[in-house]
C-alpha cells in the first residue's frame, strides 16, 4: 500500500515538461546514434595523418596518396552531412517542445493570473531559453562528452607518455569545469532573479504609460529599476569575470597542451619510439578529446541560465492549478441562482461577498448598486465563472457553475469588465473574440451595441488595427466595441460592470437600447450602476452594503424603500440619496 502511494504521489508531481520531455526521448536516441558515427568519423583525419606519414611518405606511392584522400573526403563528407541533421534534429526538438508547453503555460498563466499570480510572460522567456540550449553547441558537448576517454584511450594506445599527457590535461580541464560551476552558480541565480524583477517593474511603468507621463512618475519609477537593475548587473558582472578568468585559463592551458604533445611526440620520434604519423595523430585525436570539455565551459553561462529556466519552468507547471476535465452540458436558457455565496481575497479572511443569495430569469435585467468597494466587481467576476466562491454555490440551469466546461461556459457569457481591456489586432478580431467568425455575426454583434456607425467613421472601419490594447482609441470607443464583444454570439448571460463610465449622452442611450434588445431576445442580464439610465431597464435591483444583500426585490419596490429610508442618507451613496429625498423626480427621469 505505502508503494501505491508513493507511486500515485510521484505520478501527480509530473508535469507537462516531464511528459513533454519523456515524448522527445526518440529525438534523443537519434542524437546520440548521429554522435556515435560522428565521433567515429571523426577518426578521419588522424588515420589519414597517420597513414599518410607512415605509408604514404614511406613507399611514394601516388596511387595510394589518392585512394586514401578519396576515402578521406567521403568520410569528412559524411560527417558533415550527419552534423548538419543532428543540429537539424536539435532545432526541431527545441521548437516542438515550445510548440507543446506555449500553449499550456499561457492557458495556466491565464487560471493562476485569477488568483493573485504576477508571473506575466517570464515562463514564455524560461522555455525559450531551454529552446535555445537545445538548439545550441552546448547540447552537442554532452553527447561528444563521453567519446572523450575513447580519444584519450586511442592516444594511450600510441604511447603511454602521450596518453599520460592528455589524461593530465581532460582531468585539469574537467575540475576548471566544476570550479567554473562553483564558482556562477550563485552569482548566476542571483542576475536571474533579479533580471526578471527589473523586466517585471519596466513593463509595468511602460504599461501604464498615461498615468506616468500625467503624475509625473517617471523618475520615481526609473530609480526604482534601476536598483532592480543594478542588482541584476553587479550579480552578472560577477559571474561574467569570474568565469571569463576561468575560460582564459582553460584556453591557455588547452593551447599549450596541445603544444606540448606536439613536443613531446617529436621528442619520441627522435628517440626512435613512435612515427612522425603518431605525432601528428596523437595532436589531432587530443584536440578532438579535448573540445568537448572546452565547448561546455563556453557555453557554460549557457547552460547554467537553462538550468535555471528548467527548474523555474517545472516549479510553475506544479504551481499551476489544474484544469478540471468537464463533461459538456446542454446548452442554457440563462437561469441564475446565487444560495449564501460568500467569497474572501486569496491569502485573507476577509469577505468580500458575504452570504449572498438571489435568482435570475432569463429575460430579466438586474441592477447592482451599492457604495464603493461594496463588492460589485467582485461578484460580476463570481457569476461570471472568472472566480470561485469559498462558500455557498453559483448555479446556471441548475448545475453549479465549476461543472461546466469553461471554454463552452465562456460562448454563454458576455462580460463587460469595469476596465474594458482590448487586445492587438483589428476591431473585427476583438469583437469577434479573436476568433474566426462570420460577417454577419460581428456586424450584428456591432449594431446590438450600436458601434456600427462609430465603427464605420474609423479610418478602416472593422479592419482598423487598435493597437496594444486598444491604444489608438478613445475611452467611449474601447468601451462601445467592449460590448459589442460581450454580446456577440447572442450569450445567455450578460454582466455589463459599469458600462456607461466612459460614455456620452448618446452612448447611454445606445446601450440603453442595447439592453432593452437582449431582454427582448431572453439573455438574462446584470448591470453594475446608478445612473437613472440604468435603473430604467432594471426589472430588479440588488442594493450591496459591504459585501451581504441590504435590499433586493423588484425595481419599484427598491426604490420605495429607498425613500423610506431617506432619513438615513448619509448611509447611501450620492445617486441613491437623490432617489431617497426625491423619488418621484428620478422616477420622472427614469421614464424619460
Not at 578521406?72 to 516542438?96: E, K
Not at 576517454?149 to 596518453?163: C, K, T
Amino acid at each position: 500500500m505505502a508503494a501505491k502511494a508513493s507511486a500515485d504521489k510521484r505520478r501527480r508531481s509530473k508535469t507537462d515538461l516531464d511528459y513533454a520531455t519523456g515524448q522527445i526521448r526518440s529525438s534523443l536516441l537519434v542524437l546520440a546514434m548521429f554522435s556515435f558515427a560522428i565521433n567515429v568519423l571523426m577518426l578521419t583525419s588522424p588515420l589519414y595523418m597517420l597513414q599518410v606519414y607512415d605509408r604514404v611518405l614511406v613507399s611514394g606511392r601516388v596511387e595510394t596518396l589518392v585512394l586514401l584522400t578519396v576515402f578521406a573526403g567521403g568520410a569528412l563528407l559524411v560527417l558533415g552531412v550527419l552534423d548538419s541533421l543532428r543540429s537539424s534534429v536539435m532545432v526541431r526538438m527545441g521548437c516542438w517542445l515550445n510548440d507543446r508547453l506555449g500553449p499550456v503555460l499561457i492557458s495556466g498563466g491565464v487560471r493562476a493570473r485569477l488568483v493573485g499570480d504576477n508571473a506575466g510572460a517570464q515562463p514564455l522567456r524560461d522555455l525559450a531559453q531551454v529552446q535555445s540550449f537545445l538548439s545550441s553547441q552546448g547540447l552537442t558537448a554532452l553527447f561528444d562528452a563521453p567519446w572523450t576517454p575513447v580519444f584519450l584511450a586511442l592516444i594511450w594506445l600510441l604511447h603511454p607518455a602521450l596518453g599520460t599527457l592528455a589524461v593530465g590535461a581532460a582531468l585539469l580541464l574537467t575540475l576548471l569545469t566544476l570550479l567554473n560551476e562553483l564558482t556562477t552558480r550563485r552569482a548566476s541565480q542571483t542576475a536571474s532573479t533579479k533580471q526578471i524583477a527589473a523586466f517585471q517593474q519596466a513593463e509595468s511603468t511602460i504599461r501604464n504609460a498615461e498615468v506616468v507621463r500625467a503624475m509625473g512618475m517617471l523618475p520615481g519609477l526609473l530609480e526604482r529599476w534601476r536598483a532592480s537593475n543594478a542588482s541584476s548587473l553587479d550579480a552578472t558582472r560577477s559571474s561574467s569575470e569570474r568565469g571569463a578568468a576561468i575560460l582564459g585559463f582553460t584556453k591557455f592551458l588547452r593551447f599549450f597542451v596541445q603544444s606540448a604533445t606536439l613536443g613531446l611526440g617529436a621528442y619520441l620520434v627522435l628517440n626512435g619510439e613512435v612515427t612522425g604519423g603518431a605525432m601528428i595523430a596523437s595532436s589531432i585525436l587530443l584536440g578532438r578529446a579535448l573540445a568537448p570539455i572546452e565547448v561546455a565551459m563556453g557555453s557554460w553561462r549557457n547552460f547554467l541560465a537553462t538550468r535555471i529556466a528548467y527548474d523555474r519552468l517545472k516549479s510553475r507547471l506544479q504551481g499551476i492549478p489544474v484544469e478540471a476535465q468537464r463533461t459538456r452540458l446542454p446548452e442554457p436558457h440563462g437561469h441564475i441562482s446565487l444560495k449564501h455565496v460568500s467569497y474572501a481575497a486569496p491569502a485573507t479572511k476577509t469577505h468580500v461577498i458575504d452570504d449572498v443569495s438571489f435568482r435570475l430569469t432569463p429575460g430579466e435585467a438586474l441592477a447592482v448598486i451599492g457604495p464603493s468597494a461594496s463588492g460589485k466587481s467582485t461578484l460580476c467576476r463570481l457569476i461570471a465563472g472568472i472566480a470561485a466562491p469559498s462558500g455557498g454555490e453559483i448555479r446556471l440551469d441548475g448545475s453549479e457553475l465549476h461543472h461546466w466546461n469553461p471554454e463552452q461556459l465562456g460562448r454563454y457569457v458576455g462580460y463587460l469588465p469595469q476596465d474594458v481591456e482590448l487586445f492587438s489586432g483589428t476591431i473585427r478580431d476583438n469583437i469577434s473574440r479573436m476568433a474566426r467568425a462570420d460577417d454577419d455575426e460581428v456586424v450584428e454583434a456591432a449594431m446590438l451595441a450600436h458601434a456600427h456607425e462609430m465603427i464605420q467613421r474609423l479610418p478602416q472601419g472593422y479592419e482598423t488595427p487598435i493597437g496594444d490594447a486598444g491604444a489608438r482609441l478613445s475611452g467611449g470607443q474601447r468601451q462601445r466595441i467592449g460590448l459589442a464583444r460581450a454580446v456577440f454570439g447572442n450569450p445567455k448571460i450578460i454582466i455589463l460592470d459599469e458600462p456607461n463610465a466612459n460614455l456620452d449622452q448618446s452612448g447611454e442611450t445606445a446601450l440603453a437600447a442595447a439592453v432593452r434588445t437582449l431582454k427582448e431576445r431572453g439573455a438574462a442580464l446584470m448591470i453594475v450602476g446608478h445612473r437613472p439610465s440604468t435603473l430604467a431597464q432594471a426589472d430588479k435591483i440588488l442594493f450591496l452594503r459591504e459585501g451581504r444583500v441590504e435590499l433586493f426585490g423588484a425595481r419599484e419596490d427598491v426604490l420605495g424603500r429607498l425613500q423610506l429610508a431617506g432619513g438615513e442618507s448619509k448611509r447611501l451613496e450620492p445617486q441613491l440619496r437623490d432617489a431617497a429625498a426625491a423619488p418621484p423626480r428620478l422616477t420622472e427621469r427614469i421614464g424619460e
